[in-house]
């Protein structure tokens, strides 16, 4: 059939098409994705020669998965609504989060200040300036039982966005719900703890790779055997994609970072079958709809046959590639603000369409702050109009079988597998990420991105075209000056509340098994019911793994 | 020949969206520049220190992380104090315009928003060479 399609088409060509094209010639020479892959003029049956249905594509639920993860998905229920949060202290944010609540969104998702991120408590001098700023300060326990302070934690699933102090965070999660009388086992979220993309892009890393991995494979075990119906993992494209890389490196990187963390794992004598199904995955939904839409399919389908193929999985659920997306931070543009209502919209289509199990969509005027109550609702509103108005969600995987779609699927696939092939000969991810690869490759691709905004071979609607005179957006979101300062007080007070012979006690505790090859979560859990800080908690840890220095 | 400019582009804070600095300290280098770029997480005296040690013309700051306010003027002062305040500082990233007016009080001489482009800081910083 391929072949008379073919034939086809070159007579079109000729019959049709060369007599259009001489009267004019397209807008440019060449059509170009963001990954500098070709698109081409017309996809028809002759550019996915050879699929198979069954094995290529198949039914959701069912392995691969190209076509999504439940067999049922957005008919069942939509996708989780869940809108990163977090500013100022642990009693403002809790504000937000009741907001947000009120108004429908369906999980929260934590957003950490700078200094929690890395370890530092609010009084420490290199926090100076950052408490409360990019999300919330938490220095112990106590700030903690605020943040969810009336919000019952077996009810809601939490994202929280947190690696290198991923262990303490989950362990005061953890101490939060027994005091509200939610057992672990029956928690829901998902915790980030991928330290490879830190190194790679994100840059909040305390620890170097060897004792970060091991922390790593501790939650991964803690998790199995304490909390079931938690993601120990959230592997992360997003912050490779905003550091600047294309979608088809997004994919390879974030797998081939997937691929380390599993051999990681069945190295420190976890059985694949046992954890695989808890880890889940983070992407960028970015400006280039088709390609978007086909990159989730793309790294749905590989995953499967990594899982599968490679690591020798039994279990269909250990194939399956769950993911977060969050639309693209980095498109967001600071001239005509307005405008960016439109891209998360698009941008949060092309994540539904691609089969999203959750949706960040962001605000309208983050280019100039975190975002005001009124741009965040307008952000969530955005979901919910795709969600219950646009129809899409009643249909499973609508852009199937689409010439274009199904071409850029594969095509993305074989590509981020050549990159998977290469890293490999690296010597995996943690090695190409110590040779520098993968930040050079990174580097590369947002140089070229910008050269293409500057030649105006890109346009970014407002920015290098269509621009106004206008004024800078005044009337923005602005963090409560004395926050900072409550902040210090509060960790002062609970220093001396709380019954220190018990807090050395647990650090003691903790480093002696940090020094030995013991898991470090069960100790971590003591320190913070105790309410060690993560400062305190943090420099035990620093003192036996030392840190890590950016190459 | 003219004495190429020198200039240190630099990441102060616990931040770690460096997108925006390889990129200018690439545009700067690729315009015929000497630049330098600190990497990540600097404190304000790393950032003096390297600039004066360097001997750079200009220092260019970019946050993302709402810190600026506290980060950018250190970095002045701490300069000032070195004897090294005729080294012009610029900055960029994600700053409220109502933050503008104390950072150039401050001494930060000018604040580019997100979205400049590259010919843009090149022709600023060609202006205000000495």
Redesign the interface.
């Known amino acids: 059939m391929t072949a008379s399609i073919r034939e086809a088409q070159e007579y079109w060509e000729e019959a049709t098409l060369n007599k259009s094209l001489a009267k004019g010639r397209e807008r440019k020479p060449v059509f170009k994705t963001t990954s500098q892959t070709e698109t081409r003029r017309l996809y028809t049956p002759a550019d996915t020669e050879g699929m198979d249905y069954g094995r290529d594509l198949g039914f959701p639920g069912d392995y691969p998965f190209t076509r999504g993860v439940q067999p049922t998905m957005y008919r069942g229920r939509f996708w989780t609504m869940r809108q990163y949060a977090g500013f100022g202290t642990a009693q403002e944010t809790n504000q937000r989060y009741r907001y947000l609540l009120d108004h429908g969104q369906t999980g929260l998702s934590v957003a950490f200040d700078l200094p929690t991120q890395v370890g530092y408590d609010s009084d420490h001098p290199l926090a100076e300036g950052e408490v409360g700023k990019a999300g919330v300060a938490i220095d112990s326990l106590r700030d903690m039982e605020i943040l969810f302070d009336g919000i019952p934690l077996d009810k809601v699933s939490t994202s929280m966005t947190i690696t290198s102090p991923a262990a303490i965070l989950l362990c005061m999660y953890v101490a939060v719900a027994e005091k509200q009388g939610v057992k672990a086992a029956v928690l829901q979220g998902t915790i980030q703890n991928d330290i490879l993309k830190e190194y790679a892009a994100r840059g909040t890393y305390i620890f170097p790779p060897l004792p970060s991995m091991r922390i790593t494979t501790d939650i991964f075990a803690f998790c199995n055997e304490h909390l079931p119906r938690w993601n120990s993992i959230s592997i992360s494209g997003y912050h490779m994609r905003e550091a600047g890389c294309s979608a088809v490196q997004e994919v390879a990187f974030t797998l081939a970072n997937g691929i380390a963390y599993v051999e990681a794992a069945i190295r420190a004598g976890l059985n694949i079958d046992s954890f695989a199904s808890r880890l889940s995955f983070f992407f960028n939904a970015h400006n280039d709809f088709l390609e978007e839409i086909a990159k989730f399919r793309a790294a749905r389908r590989l995953w499967a046959k990594i899982m599968r193929e490679r690591f020798h999985a039994k279990k269909d659920e250990s194939c399956i590639l769950r993911f977060h997306t969050q639309t693209a931070g980095c498109t967001l543009t600071y001239q005509q603000p307005d405008n960016n209502v439109i891209r998360v919209a698009f941008q949060a289509l092309a994540a539904v369409l691609g089969g999203t199990q959750s949706l960040h969509t962001n605000s309208r005027d983050e280019a100039f702050s975190l975002p005001s109550e009124d741009s965040v609702r307008i952000a969530l509103r955005t979901q919910q109009v795709i969600a219950y108005e646009s129809g899409v969600a009643d249909t499973i995987d609508p852009l199937a079988g689409s010439y274009a779609i199904e071409a850029m699927t594969n095509d993305i696939e074989n590509r981020a597998s050549e990159y998977i092939a290469k890293i490999d000969e690296m010597g995996g991810a943690v090695k190409a990420i110590g040779a520098g690869f993968m930040q050079r490759e990174i580097a590369e691709s947002a140089y070229q991105y910008q050269k293409d905004i500057e030649a105006k071979e890109r346009i970014i609607v407002g920015v290098n075209q269509f621009q106004v005179e206008e004024s800078p957006l005044q009337d923005i979101f602005r963090i409560r000056a004395g926050s900072e300062a409550s902040q210090k007080e509060q960790l002062s007070r609970v220093k001396q509340e709380r019954d220190d012979r018990q807090v050395q006690q647990a650090l003691t505790a903790l480093r002696e098994t940090a020094e030995g090859t013991g898991n470090v979560v069960p100790p971590i859990l003591a320190a913070v019911r105790a309410y060690a800080t993560v400062g305190e908690i943090s420099d035990i840890l620093r003192a036996v793994f030392g840190e890590y220095r950016e190459l | 020949m003219a004495k190429k400019i020198r200039i240190l582009i630099a990441k102060p ?7 925006g600095a ?2 200018i300290a ?2 700067l280098r690729d315009a015929g520049m000497e630049v330098i770029y600190t ?3 600097q ?1 304000p005296e790393q950032i003096a220190n390297t600039a004066i040690q360097e001997g750079v013309d200009m220092v260019g700051l970019s946050c993302l ?3 600026h ?3 950018f003027p250190k970095v002045v002062e701490i300069l000032k104090q070195k004897g090294a305040g005729d080294i012009h500082i610029f900055g960029g990233g ?1 700053i ?3 933050d503008i007016p104390a950072l150039k009080e401050a001494g930060v001489h000018e604040i580019f ?3 400049t ?3 843009e800081i090149i022709r600023y910083i060609e202006a205000n060479a000495k």
């Open positions: 804070g616990l931040d770690g969206h460096d997108r390889k990129v690439r545009a990497g990540i997480r404190t992380s709402g810190a306010s506290t980060l994600i409220p315009v109502a928003p997100p979205g482009s590259t010919q």
